[in-house]
């Protein structure tokens, strides 16, 4: 078996972590001497995006290729998946991975209809949360659910990016037939240095998708409330983008936060880093999320919800994480702001980040699952 393979990553949106994971892990497989390519959808994204792939178009041997692809299960579903599995086709991957639970069963069914054809590929799936954040009480995550178990069959692998994923997946799916195994989210070493804050920083920064999910809603109720705790009105950035933005430029407005709440579209993290002295996480669900990681290894100070994955950074005793509330938000605010400094020692150190979540030990490991695949 030739140590060089054709790999192809299949996801829906090129947003968020899941885009984040495939860039990471792209360059990474590139470096190793494999030829890979994206298909995703072309219907998300904006200006950030796709300044991000045109920075990767010329590295990667089997392109970027976007066609639509819808969210939900529907009607438009079987002209888009015809669509996507020609144009997986004619790449010939030795691996297909799909990331999230549309590319999940576009790369496992697909996979397994190009095995019918003869061709020998892998089929691997990151849930990367996912159908994972279903109830599985209700009858939509029941039928996910269901569905989970049908495609273990189309399955060669399934990697986890947290024990906190694997654990969910074990209660509400079942133990995974197949084989499985955890791989962190990793960082390139270029973002272990630190990142400082420019002269007029706003106390407070919350980045990423503007959805209730992510929870702003509760970071700005929390803003208000810490406001009043401290006496004095906190200035807070939020960068991002999503449908629910303006419910939540309405709730500033509603608080009389407008003029000490500043919104920005999607940026680098690094870059929004720099706009705050304190980061907060305040997600209602997470499976690992990238910008804990990037924020820790930046050396900025951050508070974080104890949800998905995040406590297995921190530690689960850590009094960095919260649950997702905005008063209980409020108060560890109010105690951070009061002594950044002795906040700031309550962070992981460098070190152990860097061993444990390096963007080099996520790709050896996820290739060792590759190259097993294959030989089973």
């Not at 969210?71 to 669509?83: E, F, N, T």
């Not at 020998?120 to 269901?146: C, I, M, N, Q, W």
């Not at 920064?205 to 929390?222: E, Q, S, V």
């Not at 460098?350 to 790709?363: E, T, W």
Request: aromatic letters at 8%.
């Amino acid at each position: 078996m030739a140590n060089q393979l054709r790999i192809v990553h299949c996801f829906r949106s090129p947003v968020g972590g899941i885009f984040r994971h495939v860039r990471d892990l792209t360059e990474a497989q590139i470096a190793s001497g494999h030829s890979v390519g994206i298909v995703c959808d072309s219907t998300t994204g904006g200006e950030f995006e796709e300044r991000l792939f045109e920075g990767m178009t010329d590295s990667l041997a089997l392109g970027i290729h976007r066609t639509p692809m819808q969210r939900h299960v529907g009607p438009g579903d079987l002209a888009s998946a015809w669509r996507t599995y020609r144009i997986i086709k004619e790449l010939r991957p030795d691996v297909l991975h799909g990331h999230g639970a549309k590319g999940g069963a576009y790369a496992r069914l697909f996979g397994s209809l190009l095995r019918v054809s003869r061709s020998r590929v892998a089929r691997l799936y990151s849930p990367h949360g996912g159908s994972l954040h279903y109830d599985e009480t209700t009858a939509t995550g029941k039928l996910f659910f269901a569905l989970e178990r049908f495609m273990a069959r189309f399955t060669d692998c399934l990697l986890f990016v947290s024990d906190y994923e694997r654990r969910t997946w074990r209660r509400k799916v079942g133990e995974p037939p197949i084989p499985n195994t955890l791989v962190y989210n990793g960082l390139r070493a270029v973002e272990f240095e630190p990142v400082g804050s420019v002269p007029d920083a706003a106390d407070l920064l919350y980045i990423g998708m503007m959805r209730d999910l992510k929870g702003p809603d509760i970071f700005i109720d929390a803003l208000a409330l810490a406001g009043n705790r401290l006496g004095r009105r906190l200035s807070a950035v939020m960068v991002g983008d999503g449908d629910d933005l303006p419910r939540y430029h309405e709730q500033v407005k509603r608080l009389g936060l407008d003029g000490h709440v500043r919104f920005l579209p999607p940026m680098p993290a690094r870059d929004a880093f720099t706009l705050a002295e304190l980061i907060v996480v305040p997600s209602r669900a997470e499976a690992m999320p990238y910008i804990v990681l990037e924020t820790l290894a930046a050396g900025k100070p951050m508070i974080a919800t104890a949800v998905g994955g995040i406590p297995e950074i921190f530690g689960e005793t850590s009094r960095a994480l919260i649950r997702p509330d905005p008063n209980q938000l409020g108060d560890r605010l109010s105690d951070a702001l009061a002594d950044l400094g002795a906040y700031q020692r309550l962070m992981p150190g460098a070190p152990d980040l860097k061993a444990r979540f390096g963007a080099d030990v996520m790709a050896a490991e996820i290739e060792k699952a590759y190259f097993a695949a294959l030989r089973r």
